[in-house]
């Protein structure tokens, strides 16, 4: 009777999380989009990409992952090089030294059969622009410097202050600017920096530009938010949202170690991938958000077994599949990128939820989702030190009526295991995890109650265990 008295709670109070959610076509589809990142040379440089470093990639993942469906190129930070501007103040180019500018580079993707991300917050204004004193678009003779707020991002980067008039023609032109460039994915950074200096409502009222100038037209991405309230101000104007830590140097301790079990109530929440993806799983729900776990540096992890968790969990938590690896470090782990039958999931919109949504509880790392057709899918993940029995009931916990499964498929084996009775189970050695395609004989015990889990609401399990 517990369960399902958490199950009608749980389904209400997310009815409640739906009305004030964005609404967009990505959100609709219910994960995020596959591309590849320049965040791996950056970090461990400390400065922007190369021009011919970016070609090198683009090149790269034309060739051996676009066909896989990662068909996005997009830059990311180190954008303070980007000082290059036109008359209306906005960047024309990633980084000042760079021959060429977006113009060129967004063609030359196109060209490739690809589409252009591009990272930059319109709430930024360049030094460049500030001291231009550029006119702000749609306004009648309001400049660039009569909008700078009094805290700056940096020495090189200042913030607009969203109370001055002219503001919102800044914001809203710079998205426009970017949308007329042909970008289809917008990355707006470091957003807990602009709500600490400038206030929630300022910090809303942003929000509501940019997601009012991007409309359906635009992929708006979320990084680095406060996300107060469980993500209340997000919900409303993004498309995705980062839920932990930044990747940094990847690894296990990005994955799974890094603050493990610790909570703080404001960015970074969630210093590792897996808590992140447990405590926001309840609002990464199909048509209002869109759970961002960063970037994967696959060539960081120890094993292959680590490199495959780490996947499984971008996949099983509906996040953007983000390749950072390049063409000159990828090494092995570009068999686990080019793994079709995890892609599919992606493509379907497909994203499970833990069976406890509380850290530190063996049910967070078992995850469970349901396909269109019917298929669950499971994934088991041992993120412990010592080997580890999981399993999955197929009557108790997934409600098939039968208790029986016509076919397990293993995802990562690519192998048929036949008919089961009962249930799964599988003994996992540490940092390893299994994702398994369950089709169901007969009909479902509690359809109603798993159509919730399938929607991301609940489960029929108690959090307690």
Known sequence: MRIKTLSVILILSLASISLSARDSKFTRQGTGPKYWIAYEWCWVNNKAIPEYQWKKNIDWVAENLRDYGYDMICNDGWIEAAQTINENGYITKYNSDWQNGFEYWNKYIKDKGMKVGVYYNPMWMSKAAFFANCPVVDTDGITTMKI????????????????????????????????????????????????????????????????????????????????????ATELKYGDMIRVSDDCFDGGWDFASSRRRGEHKSYWPQYGNVFDGMVSFSDIGLKGQMILDGDFMRLNTMASKEEKKFLYSLMVMGGSALAVADQYNTVGDALEIYQNKEMIELNDLGFAAKPLSCRLGTANSSRWVGQLPDGDFVVGLFNREETPQDFGIDFFKELGIESGVAENVRDLWEHKDMGSMNGSFSTRLEPHSCVVIRIKPKGKQRFQAEFASVRNGASTNISDEK
């Not at 707020?149 to 503001?167: I, R, T």
């Not at 809203?172 to 709500?195: I, P, T, W």
């Open 148 to 231: 700078a707020g009094k805290v700056n991002f940096n020495s090189e980067l200042y913030w607009v202050d969203v109370n001055k008039e002219g503001a919102e023609q800044w914001i809203k032109g710079y998205v426009r600017y970017f949308k007329e460039l042909g970008v289809s994915y917008l990355r707006v950074d470091f957003l807990e920096n602009y709500e600490r200096n400038y206030g929630t409502d300022a910090y809303d009222k942003a929000l509501k530009w940019i997601s009012e100038e991007a409309g359906d037209d635009m992929f708006i991405s979320l990084v680095m938010p406060n996300c107060y309230n469980h993500g």
